[in-house]
């Protein structure tokens, strides 16, 4: 055999030991008939796989489970007992960090806000501080990596943030070569975009489409892209900057370069601005006198105040014109919206529909799912932690013999 013939036949081992893992994480407690069935791998192959993963310890047989025709057939299922994974989000704002099982259970979190007029240095010893106080709660299990999600755009390749519009300096710091050598386990960094992208295919039944772009509506606008299974990031690594796409070319010009972004019109940070302003002229609204969060609006426009209704409608209606140019621009089958203005979803759903509907043909329209996901306190740490799950159901064997310090198979 030849060196090419053997890294070929070993690439095809890791990628249906991939595929075997990944389809014993999504089935919970299965047999090995079903993954079998699913993976399109014969019974003998299933067999051999699922006993190097048992040795290896990362998967185990759980006793007898009723099969298809009342047949009767060993369990198996992934050994999460041992594995913990850590997700942190940063924002503008804060680090939020949690620490969790393999199975995406939380165990502890841990969030910091991150004082006005910080440096990045400033955050990143929050982050450190964070990481350092969750590594404390594992109990000795293995944390198998620290998966980071940032908003962008970040240069994929050159482990850096380009620039964080409203928090300069991000582009001097190497985070991920930073925080390994701070802790010495693996680092995965990406887009959140990209992390929700990654963590929403996995979690959704991807066998009805092919083409995917999340959304996430927070204190900026950022997108990620997933064409079956695998995230597109473009040639820098900085794809899905949808926050930065113009809307108004005679706008307000933003730390981008470009102008009238629709992160001009559409963030937690724009609607706050603007409600900041308009009370001004409201001296008997509830809220006159203070300046109000995000999530007091949508309280607000959910108890049926029309002041916050109106100016949660007008952010909801921006999102929507930059949807319709990624729908024109890339025709996906799925477009999931999240994040913290997904918090009011059906007020959300309707006014993007609407939107989306005025402005887009009957026929794409008719083809493509629009969701408004309710965005979760933990979501985002969750999505974070998917990118080291991700990597641990890649190759799973690594991550055990690199505990046991023995050679890879
Ligand atoms: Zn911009």
Not at 11 to 19: I, T
Request: proline share 3%; aromatic share 6%; hydrophobic share 40%.
């Amino acid at each position: 055999m030849t060196d090419k013939q053997g890294k070929n036949q070993d690439d095809l081992q890791k990628l249906n030991r991939s595929l075997v893992m990944r389809l014993i994480h999504k089935l919970g407690v299965c047999s090995r008939a079903e993954v079998a069935k699913l993976s399109g791998l014969t019974k003998a192959s299933i067999t051999g796989i699922t006993q190097q993963l048992i040795d290896a310890g990362v998967v185990k047989e759980v006793g007898l489970i009723e099969g298809a025709k009342g047949r009767r057939s060993i369990g198996i299922s992934l050994c999460m007992d041992h594995y913990l994974c850590i997700g942190i989000r940063l924002t503008r704002k804060d680090v939020h960090g949690g620490l969790f099982d393999v199975g995406g259970e939380l165990y502890a979190d841990k969030r910091r806000l991150i004082p006005e007029n910080s440096t990045p240095q400033d955050a990143m010893a929050l982050m450190k501080d964070i990481i350092e106080k969750l590594l404390k709660k594992g109990d000795g299990r293995k944390v198998l990596g620290i998966g980071l999600a940032v908003p962008g755009p970040l240069i994929y390749d050159e482990d850096k943030i380009a620039y964080m519009s409203a928090f300069p300096g991000w582009e001097n710091i190497s985070i991920k070569k930073e925080l390994f050598e701070a802790f010495g386990i693996p680092v995965l960094l990406e887009h959140d975009g990209v992390c929700f992208a990654i963590s929403e295919w996995w979690e959704r039944d991807s066998a009805d489409f092919r083409l995917m772009v999340t959304v996430l509506a927070g204190q900026g606008v950022g997108a990620g892209i997933v064409d079956g299974g695998r995230p597109i990031r473009g040639a820098l690594g900085c794809a899905g900057e949808m926050g930065h796409m113009s809307l108004n070319v005679h706008g307000p010009r933003c730390d981008c370069g470009n102008f009238g972004c629709l992160e001009k019109y559409c963030s937690t940070l724009v609607l706050e601005k603007r409600m900041a302003e308009a009370l001004e002229n409201y001296p008997d609204h509830p809220l006159y006198g203070s300046t109000p969060d995000y999530r007091e609006i949508i309280k607000a426009a959910r108890e049926g105040d029309a002041l916050s209704t109106q100016l949660f409608s007008e952010a909801a209606t921006y999102l929507g014109y930059g949807i319709v140019n990624v729908i024109n621009l890339l025709n996906p089958d799925i477009v999931v919206v999240t994040d913290s203005l997904a918090e009011y979803d059906e007020l959300m759903q309707s006014v993007l529909e609407r939107t989306v509907k005025s402005r887009l043909s009957e026929k794409i329209l008719s083809r493509t799912k629009i969701v408004v996901k309710p965005s979760s306190e933990y979501l985002a740490m969750q999505a974070a932690t998917s990118l080291v799950v991700d990597m641990f159901l890649s190759s799973p064997i690594s991550a055990e013999t690199e505990k046991k310090g023995s050679k890879a198979l």
